[in-house]
């Protein structure tokens, strides 16, 4: 029984560290209003188990990317949910 308490512990412990939000810096590279996709170079996501790289994410809501244009530096939120990564916030950095 033991046993099973500590794999289970381990399980719930994994899955909140995967459904966690990561906010990270970088510079727009595309943006892709038809299919609410902005592109960013971005350095590492530790949340997300992602190390520094260019990426394609969703928005949450595609009104997001009316305010930043390619070559703005960003601020972002990031999740992982539905089998690819939605941006929950998106500001240009001052």
């Given at each position: 029984m033991k046993n099973w308490i500590t794999f289970a512990a381990a399980a719930v412990v994994s899955v909140a560290a995967i459904a966690q939000p990561a906010t990270g810096d970088g510079e727009v590279s595309k943006i892709d209003k038809a299919s609410a996709?902005?592109?960013?170079?971005?350095g590492g996501l530790k949340a997300l188990d992602?190390?520094?790289?260019?990426?394609a994410f969703r928005v949450a809501d595609a009104k997001m990317l009316d305010n930043v244009a390619v070559g703005?530096?960003?601020r972002f939120t990031a999740e992982k949910a539905a089998g690819g990564y939605t941006l929950t916030a998106l500001n240009r950095a001052p």
């Amino acid at each position: 029984m033991k046993n099973w308490i500590t794999f289970a512990a381990a399980a719930v412990v994994s899955v909140a560290a995967i459904a966690q939000p990561a906010t990270g810096d970088g510079e727009v590279s595309k943006i892709d209003k038809a299919s609410a996709r902005i592109t960013i170079k971005h350095g590492g996501l530790k949340a997300l188990d992602m190390p520094p790289m260019a990426q394609a994410f969703r928005v949450a809501d595609a009104k997001m990317l009316d305010n930043v244009a390619v070559g703005d530096k960003v601020r972002f939120t990031a999740e992982k949910a539905a089998g690819g990564y939605t941006l929950t916030a998106l500001n240009r950095a001052p």
